[in-house]
Each structure stands twice: as C-alpha cells, then as structure tokens.
C-alpha cells in the first residue's frame, strides 16, 4: 500500500525546499512524486505551433523522492509518518503514527 498518494498533504522534509508545503499533483513511479510548488524549476521552452504553445522561459515542478516528504497531520498541524492498520472487515486504512487518526476517513 502507497503511504503517500495524489491528492495528500505533504511537508518536504530534506532538500533544498524542505519546509515547504504542498498537494501532490501525481505519482511518477513507485519512488517519485510530483508536488505542487515543490522542487521547481525553469525551462527554456521552444514555441510550437501545432500544439499552440508559445515559447520562452517557464517553470515546472519536478518530481521528488518520496523520502523526502512527510504526510502533514492537521490534528498536530506538523509532519507525520504513516502506518497501516487493517479495519475488522478486512479493509486496509492508513493511520498517522503519532495519533493513531486515520487520513483518510
């Protein structure tokens, strides 16, 4: 089971943007995710016509190791680890480690 997820609340942890907070927009592989406003960067984008982009220098979020970033807990309103319990009709949930919550309810 993935501890972190498209659509979670994270905090970077390590890095040059650690302390930054952000959604994550997508899962690139097993280890990597995108993170809103995290680990950008600038590119130099050509323009091209036939998909209508215009060209010039834009910013892009590149993806991160999810090593680097923590579930952010709203009950403790800081970075939290994640574990898994399994619920008594056999489901599987995560659960915050330093309250026992649940994240997604």
Same mark, same amino acid.
């Given at each position: =089971?993935?501890?972190?997820?498209k659509g979670?609340?994270?905090?970077? $942890?390590? %890095?040059?943007?650690k302390g ?12 990597? !995710?995108?993170?809103? *406003?995290? #680990? ?9 016509? =036939?998909? %209508?982009? /215009? *060209?010039? $220098?834009?910013?892009?979020? =590149? ?5 680097? @970033?923590?579930?952010? #807990?709203?009950? /403790? ?6 574990? @898994?319990? !399994?619920?008594?009709? %056999?489901?599987? @949930? ?5 309250? %026992? ?5």
């Amino acid at each position: =089971m993935q501890h972190i997820r498209k659509g979670d609340e994270v905090i970077v $942890i390590a %890095g040059r943007d650690k302390g930054k907070r952000g959604t994550v927009l997508r899962r690139v592989d097993d280890e990597h !995710v995108v993170v809103e *406003g995290v #680990n950008r960067v600038k590119k130099h984008q050509r323009p091209n016509p =036939m998909k %209508g982009l /215009t *060209g010039g $220098i834009v910013d892009k979020d =590149m993806p991160i190791h999810v090593s680097n @970033v923590a579930l952010f #807990n709203p009950a /403790t309103q800081k970075a939290d680890r994640v574990g @898994v319990k !399994v619920l008594e009709d %056999g489901r599987k @949930v995560r659960v915050f480690k330093a309250n %026992g919550e649940q994240v997604d309810a």
